[in-house]
């Protein structure tokens, strides 16, 4: 996917005021416009300006491009970092006249398909108004899921300072974990969004949750994954071994003759929703090493009493 540098295609620094950035796009509106402009690229050069003024205008939005940090090129090869925007707040709507449809694939990586509905709330007056819906991603432990609890989170925020560039602005809220949330799902807090106008009320608050990387467990969806690493001996005689899980470590048996990458189901010990989902233990067999002339000499012996070929299937040549 190409990088974007938004403050290149208006021509600006990164350090443009608000003001500076209105200018350009009107500018180059006016210049790349299809119905006006003579430009054979004046479609495409239009929808770039439009995609950029729509990042740089908000402060929100621009906080959290410039997070990237500006070592990235127009044009290099991107993916976005994991985490890069956790914890910033976005509003939805406010957009640009220009169809939010047509915005790139690196739009969409880094703000998704929000919601491109009117900014403000309806059946707002000139003077009242509800305020927007935000909506932010934050980290948890996959063990929150299991246990639920409350815990503190601190999500950034941007509005303009008095110079007209933004300023990150932090809060710090009390969330309520809810016990068997699963990634992607959304936490609702009433009244914490964007404040209304005038007697408006203030918009609500949607945190998205994602779990943090975790040294033994990943998940899908409602299930938990855990690589199990097992000695030859164990593999191919079976045993009994401890796993850990995130509510505490069990007992499981490997059968004999069991292959790397073989899983076994621990049914119900996922991430307890209505249904809870399963852990399932992924074999992983460790070869130690042959490092001393006895652990060399057991390794012989041990290759003396097969007839095994782990190549058989490749040919004369294996």
Do not use: C
């Amino acid at each position: 996917m190409e990088f974007k540098d938004y403050y290149k295609i208006l021509g600006l620094s990164r350090d443009a005021s608000q003001d500076d950035i209105k200018r350009a796009y009107r500018k180059l509106a006016r210049k790349y416009h299809p119905d006006v402009s003579s430009e054979d690229d004046a479609e495409e050069r239009f929808k770039e300006v439009s995609e950029a003024y729509e990042v740089l205008k908000d402060p929100e939005k621009r906080a959290a491009y410039d997070q990237l940090g500006s070592q990235w090129r127009q044009g290099q090869d991107f993916q976005p970092p994991p985490g890069w925007d956790q914890g910033f707040e976005f509003r939805r709507g406010g957009y640009t006249h220009a169809d939010p449809h047509v915005f790139s694939d690196f739009f969409e990586s880094l703000f998704g398909r929000a919601d491109f509905g009117p900014f403000g709330g309806a059946g707002g007056s000139r003077f009242h108004a509800q305020g927007n819906d935000t909506h932010a991603r934050i980290m948890i432990d996959l063990e929150d899921a299991y246990r639920g609890g409350r815990r503190q989170i601190t999500l950034k925020h941007s509005e303009l300072g008095p110079d007209g560039r933004p300023v990150v602005r932090e809060r710090t809220l009390s969330v309520s974990i809810p016990k068997g949330i699963v990634e992607g799902q959304q936490i609702r807090l009433a009244g914490q969004g964007e404040p209304g106008l005038g007697q408006g009320k203030a918009g609500d608050l949607y945190l998205e949750i994602q779990f943090r990387p975790h040294r033994h467990y990943r998940t899908e969806g409602r299930d938990v994954y855990v690589e199990l690493p097992v000695a030859p001996w164990e593999a191919a005689l079976g045993a009994k071994v401890r796993v850990p899980t995130p509510s505490g470590s069990v007992e499981v048996k490997i059968p004999p003759n069991s292959k790397a990458g073989g899983k076994l189901r621990l049914k119900g010990r996922g991430i307890p929703t209505r249904e809870p989902g399963d852990l399932f233990v992924v074999l992983r067999v460790i070869l130690p090493p042959a490092n001393t002339a006895a652990e060399r000499e057991a390794y012989q012996a041990f290759a003396s009493k097969f007839s095994f070929n782990p190549r058989k299937d490749m040919g004369d040549g294996a």
